[in-house]
């Protein structure tokens, strides 16, 4: 069954909540593949300027910490995907310079790691 927009309904004319000003920096959602204790991506507002590096060292370790899998993880193995396609971010450059904007959608998957026992959990 198709989704149809309704003709008569009134325009959609009013000031989006989402927007990049309404926040203290762009949000940046972050999933991990293969790992569902954590179900959806988290969304996190990250400065522009923040070295693309220092997301796994310095901001994952306090979300995904407590994961036995993230400690064991080979950053430079790590398989990144923006907005479902695959994607090589240099850790040197910031979030910005490696094209990263206000909710934007980036995954890792972690090659060998699978979750609690391969559970993806």
């Known amino acids: 069954m198709s989704v149809v927009a309704n003709p008569n309904a009134a325009p959609y004319d009013f000031p989006m909540k989402d927007v990049r000003e309404n926040f203290p920096a762009p949000l940046l959602y972050i999933g991990w593949e293969d790992h569902l204790m954590i179900c959806a991506p988290v969304c996190l507002p990250l400065p522009p300027d923040m070295p693309f590096g220092a997301v796994g060292e310095a901001v994952l370790p306090g979300v995904y910490g407590y994961h ?3 400690a064991k993880i080979d950053w430079a193995a790590v398989e990144w995907t923006k ?7 240099d850790p040197a450059k910031s979030l910005a310079e490696n094209g990263l904007t206000h909710k934007d959608v980036i995954r890792f998957r972690t090659p060998g ?3 609690l026992n391969g559970s993806c959990n």
């Not at 907005?83 to 971010?89: I, K, L, R, T």
């Open 113 to 115: 790691l699978h979750g």
């Open 68 to 70: 036995p899998d993230f």
């Open 83 to 89: 907005s479902g396609q695959p994607w090589q971010p």
